[in-house]
């Protein structure tokens, strides 16, 4: 085992963690200390050596390492881990028993007590992300507790550490039974693929389960949805489902394509009814507008950041563009869902983005609901960015 090091922090810090604060920056350290072997545990003192909290050491695009403990006697190990993997089930107890969903989070970083992991389950196989080699170190001891505490039928890994937070691409198989390819999972009914040792992606973003099913019971019945950067279509599933009159599912990756007709057919919707376009967003927008095509809902959650050949676009500068070039083929009263995973801004920011595109088009507008991470993604108020997940849902009024 990696020898734990003692860590004086400065004094704002040392409050910050005692109030549970769990990101540990580099800020916070009081002195330039060599911190060299990634999953080393610290213990953070504080100006009169007085232990604050412990935690570890792992390098993540924000931050470098999380607190893991306030108990002085609490020791790191297989068993500390066992504690917290049961705890998040018993959390999400009513997951495991709801049998028309059989995917969800079972463990969300800090706001389940570990920073840099999280852990998905699809119908008995889990799949465990890893954001830092500094938690990736304690592999052993994670996995054989997670083997004590559930029953696995296997076990895949996502290592999101190769530089600043990319996914090394990998063989993602750890252990058990193999997966099949695909893996039909369910959720609230509906089926959707899922690959999990295919890429970074795995099919669905499980973050957005209630906006799916939303869509689906609320919103789609009779209308005419653009999915903008589609990926496997899954919101257009529920659209569908829901009684769209037809989706228009829009991405630029050659593989959504053979993924989002594979998604209708494993819901028993004729592929041939609905429009699949592999094109940039930005091209097809101009196309559109060009047209005069309009929608009565247009469903806007791209990448926090994303480069094309013509094209860059940063949530955190360019939403209000892309808000802006989709009310233009939104129909009077028609819905336009934006979401955005981008942790740099927070909802209060984003409803300013809505407000500043609706203003440039001189657009009135009013907001139907809105949404952030469901219970199984669990957050904690300590750690506001980890709540990233923003939905709303906007009528065009005019
Ligand atoms: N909304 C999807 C997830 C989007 S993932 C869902 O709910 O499942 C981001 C997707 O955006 C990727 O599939 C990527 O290929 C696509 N993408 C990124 N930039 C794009 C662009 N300029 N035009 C079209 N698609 C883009």
């Known amino acids: 085992m990696i020898k734990p090091i003692k860590l004086k922090i400065n004094s704002s810090s040392v409050k910050d963690f005692k109030e549970g604060q769990p990101l540990i920056t580099e800020a916070a350290l009081k002195e330039k200390h060599v911190l060299k072997e990634q999953g080393a545990i610290l213990e953070l003192l504080d100006e009169k050596g007085q232990f604050v909290a412990k935690g570890y050491y792992g390098i993540q695009n924000k931050g470098i390492g999380w607190i893991l403990t306030k108990d002085k006697h609490e020791k790191i190990d297989q068993s500390f881990f066992e504690r917290k993997l049961k705890q998040a089930l018993e959390y999400r107890k009513s997951f495991f028993q709801d049998l028309s969903t059989t995917a969800f989070r079972v463990f969300n970083g800090e706001g389940d007590g570990i920073g840099g992991i999280t852990i998905d389950y699809f119908d008995g196989y889990y799949l465990i992300n890893w954001y830092s080699e500094g938690i990736h170190r304690w592999k052993k001891e994670i996995i054989q507790a997670l083997t004590k505490v559930v029953e696995l039928k296997g076990l895949y890994e996502k290592k999101r550490f190769a530089n600043k937070g990319t996914y090394m691409d990998d063989d993602d198989f750890v252990l058990g039974e193999k997966s099949p390819c695909p893996l039909i999972v369910k959720e609230n009914g509906m089926n959707y693929a899922i690959y999990l040792n295919d890429g ?61 007709i594979e998604h209708f057919q494993m819901n028993g919707i004729n592929d041939e009814e609905q429009d699949i376009i592999v094109e940039d967003v930005f091209q097809y927008f101009k196309y559109a507008v060009r047209k005069g095509l309009k929608f009565d809902m247009v469903i806007l959650d791209p990448p926090s950041f994303a480069r094309s050949k013509k094209h860059t676009f940063s949530a955190g500068k360019d939403y209000p563009d892309l808000l802006e070039q989709a009310i233009q083929i939104t129909e009077k009263h028609g819905i336009i869902v934006a979401s955005s995973n981008c942790s740099t801004f927070n909802m209060k920011r984003f409803k300013d983005f809505i407000a500043k595109a609706f203003k440039a088009t001189g657009d009135q507008y009013k907001i139907h609901e809105e949404y952030q991470l469901p219970r199984d993604f669990k957050t904690i108020k300590e750690y506001k960015e980890g709540n990233y997940l923003k939905v709303v849902f906007i009528e065009k009024i005019s």
């Open 200 to 260: 970074a992606m795995v099919g669905i973003f499980l973050d957005q389960r209630e906006v799916r099913k939303l869509i689906r019971d609320k919103y789609a019945k009779g209308k005419t949805v653009l999915n903008t950067f589609s990926y496997t279509a899954a919101f257009s599933v529920a659209a569908a489902l829901g009684g769209a009159k037809k989706t228009t599912s829009v991405d630029l990756a050659n593989r959504s394509k053979a993924k989002t």
